[in-house]
């Protein structure tokens, strides 16, 4: 029998197990990315990963060049690894001002929208326009 929207050899939209087992790890994975942004920012989140897969990864030796190159500065003898620095850094910190940008145009417009709820709302409820700020500026030779 063919449900209502199905064609004849069509088979259910509903995910399967597996396809859950897939995909709700992924998604949590990537709402813990946010969060972590939200309130490191991509910085922190950089950080993280990076002490996650040196923790996870490395041996012992590398760890301790790691330090020995990064943190201590140590034997850095070709020039690339500042440029690679320098690069990532640049990189993550783009990424933290569009995210920021974007996150302070969302709360700015969000505050807009309130704030000509609440004038109409205030306005319904009075006979008088509350809206005179504009004339008594030009009266005093304000701006327009």
């Not at 029998?1 to 088979?11: E, I, L, S």
């Not at 509903?14 to 991509?42: K, M, N, Y």
């Amino acid at each position: 029998m063919v449900k209502r929207g199905q064609t004849k050899g069509a088979k259910s939209r509903a995910p399967s197990q597996w396809t859950r087992a897939i995909v709700e790890p992924i998604l949590g994975l990537f709402e813990l990315f946010s969060r972590i942004i939200d309130r490191f920012g991509w910085p922190g989140l950089a950080l993280i990963l990076g002490f996650y897969f040196v923790e996870r990864n490395a041996t012992a030796e590398q760890k301790t060049e790691i330090i020995n190159i990064y943190i201590l500065g140590q034997g850095m003898e070709h020039s690339y690894v500042v440029g690679v620095i320098c690069v990532v850094a640049l990189l993550i910190f783009f990424a933290q001002d569009y995210y920021w940008r974007r996150k302070d145009k969302i709360l700015r417009e969000e505050i807009d929208r309130l704030a000509k709820w609440k004038s109409l709302h205030q306005q319904e409820g009075i006979d008088t326009n509350l809206h005179h700020t504009e004339r008594s500026a030009q009266k005093k030779g304000g701006r327009k």
